[in-house]
């Protein structure tokens, strides 16, 4: 079958070594001209299935409630009138009840682990390198209360078959050593020891070489305009040029820009993007860097070390489609690079980045079939693309092969959300 992948991040570049290698002619298209030089280049690193709690929770409105009054929140909302975002956001609010999120929590498990295993995998089947530690995750816990809290948490996912450890700030140093400089006074953390960070951008280089010796083509600086649709397939996908695009079958792995693009197919895809930024920062002197990921659970500014640089993200903030960036963006997660790793980072050596993580209102994915017989789709991934790349590749290849998925992929399609309405709308009929 000839696919046409739309979209050169991580997640479109993983589905199309997978479906290269089970037997498809594959060309991707991304209008940049290179792989994984957007949002893919702007995160974390963390490999993290032992945090894949759903954002959309109990606690999350009250969250959101004081950001659109000013406070200062991990999770931000620029207040404005923008129907996609309204409507994205009443569908998020009905997503926080403690049943819907953990049903959301546990599918997005399923998936990111489903997906670690596969990429452990691949990694040495393709002898891919991309600066990957697997010395676990620390999540780090500044009160007592919240580490209380965080033990709970992880009891779910021990439940699940993870391993995660309850330390104390002294345990927490015997991981990494070089929290034992810093000036934070945590209580506590919580060690996965089963997750792990690398660099998503060099994985996908990697991977997309791996993808061209399999006949994969890549066709960059090419910009997708609009899919002509003709209410029951895709006929063609035409560029910024002016040409058409040819396939049998379709494939929407344009992140947060997917939903823009859905949209000329006559389609809504509930994908809105979430606005993260990150630095690169040199390590000046090793042996008070980490050698270890990890996450301070009160600001969310997580940390991965990649070989001689140090890679920090942190705020999720939803401001529509705008990926400018200002210094002060980037204050807070400075600040917590000295106050965590004092005296470790070359601030005169830094890289800043902005990314859209495209995020669903329950927080799985949409992967597989759409309304359109050709279109599928591989996007909604959050900030977790990293963590659920391969699995996700893995259950689209499954589908388009007509074969049953190694998981359950029925969290994960495109059509769970028109049933969550016509459920709501039945039950609303039933109370009048």
Known sequence: MRIAILGGGIIGVTSAFYLARDGHEVVVYDERDRVADDTTASTAGLIAPGHSYAWASPQ??????????????????????????????????????????LKNTLAKYELASYSQTLLEKLTVEESLEYHRTD????????????????????????????????????????????????????????????????DPAL??????????????????????????????????????????????????????????????????VPVYPAKGYSLSVAIRDRSRAPHTGGIDERSLVAWSPFGSTLRMSAVAEFAGYDKTHAPSNFAEIRAAGDELF?????????????????????????????????LFVNTGHGHVGWTMACGSAALLTAELGRRPAEIDATPYRFDRFSRRTRKSATRSVRTR
């Open 203 to 268: 994985f996908t280089v990697g991977l997309a070489a791996a993808a061209e010796r399999l006949g994969v083509r890549f066709e960059l600086n090419t910009r997708i305009e609009s899919l002509e649709s003709d209410g029951t397939s895709i006929v063609r996908a035409r560029t910024a040029r002016g040409s058409d695009i040819d396939a049998d079958c379709y494939v929407l792995a344009l992140g947060s820009a997917s939903s823009d693009l859905a949209r000329t197919a006559g389609l809504r």
């Open 135 to 198: 010395g676990g995750i620390l999540y780090l816990y500044r009160d007592a209360a919240a580490l209380n809290e965080a033990s709970s948490k992880a009891e779910l996912m021990r439940r699940q078959g993870r391993s995660q450890r309850l330390l104390t700030r002294e345990q927490a140093f015997e991981v990494d050593p070089a929290l034992a400089n810093s000036t934070v006074d945590f209580a506590g953390a919580v060690h996965d020891e089963d997750d792990g960070t690398g």
């Open 342 to 374: 004092p005296g470790a980072l070359d601030w005169s050596s830094v890289e800043y980045r902005s990314g859209l993580r495209p995020m669903t209102p329950d927080g799985p994915p949409i992967i597989g079939a759409t309304p359109r017989d050709n």
């Open 60 to 101: 999350a409105p009250k969250m959101l409630l004081r950001s659109l009054v000013g406070g200062q929140t991990s999770i931000r909302v620029k207040p404005r009138l923008d129907p996609a975002l309204i409507r994205w956001g009443l569908a998020f609010v009905r997503e926080c009840t403690p049943a819907r999120s």
